[in-house]
């Protein structure tokens, strides 16, 4: 069978595999949104002496760099709803269950991407600060993130590719993101390779739109930071 360029013209232009790419990066920066949300308190306790709240965090990022995403979406999602009849109500949506699973999961690497960053600053800025005058919370939003971030960028950047691409998994829970969309048009088209390469394309563009964007900050933090 000739790879027929109309229909790959029009998967490339169809408004379902764009409506399920502007799913799937919504939920990404809303997923490492929250990751990183739920990661810098981790981070900061890492670096702090309560040995308890460490063992449990370190214990947490074991766990969750450990499970498959895979097999923590189908537990969110058909696992939950048999624990409580909370979550088989209608606002408990595949949306909702991958923001879930996809946070918890980022959320255990993005912990250590921010205590190393945070361990990069030497602390003779926070002797600095304390010089000046500056409170705890002063030194830590004034001084030490704005630094941290030229350190945590890259490999956030990385973490968040790696994430965007990792939303195709949730298919499997039946959200209708650019995989889900391109696999039902396939099943019913039987046109794989014209929608397969246009899904391709979709990822592509949006990651490289995610290298400029990094590229950008990163020569603007090497300029502030002289």
Known sequence: MA??????VSALFSASLFKGAVIALALTVLAHALAIALSL????????????????????????RAVPILLLLLIIWN?????????????????LAALIGLALTEAAYQVEINRAALGAIHHGQV????????NR??????????????????P????????LKATSIASVISLREL????????????????YYLAALIYY???????MVVQAFYERRMSWIGR
């Open 41 to 64: 308190p981790m981070a900061i306790a890492l670096r702090g002496t309560n040995t308890t709240l460490k063992a449990a965090i370190k214990v947490y990022v074991t766990l969750f």
């Open 204 to 210: 592509v563009a949006m990651v490289l739109l995610l």
């Open 79 to 95: 696992g939950l709803p048999q624990l409580s009849p909370i979550f088989r109500e209608q606002w408990f949506t595949p949306f």
């Open 156 to 163: 956030t950047v990385n973490e968040f590719i790696t994430l």
């Open 3 to 8: 790879f027929d360029w109309s229909v790959f």
């Open 179 to 194: 995989m889900t969309v391109t696999q039902q048009a396939v099943a019913f088209t039987y046109k794989y390779a014209e």
């Open 127 to 134: 002797d600095a600060g304390n010089a000046l005058g500056f």
């Open 137 to 154: 919370l002063q030194i830590f939003f004034l001084i030490q993130v704005p630094q941290a971030m030229r350190v945590a960028l890259p």
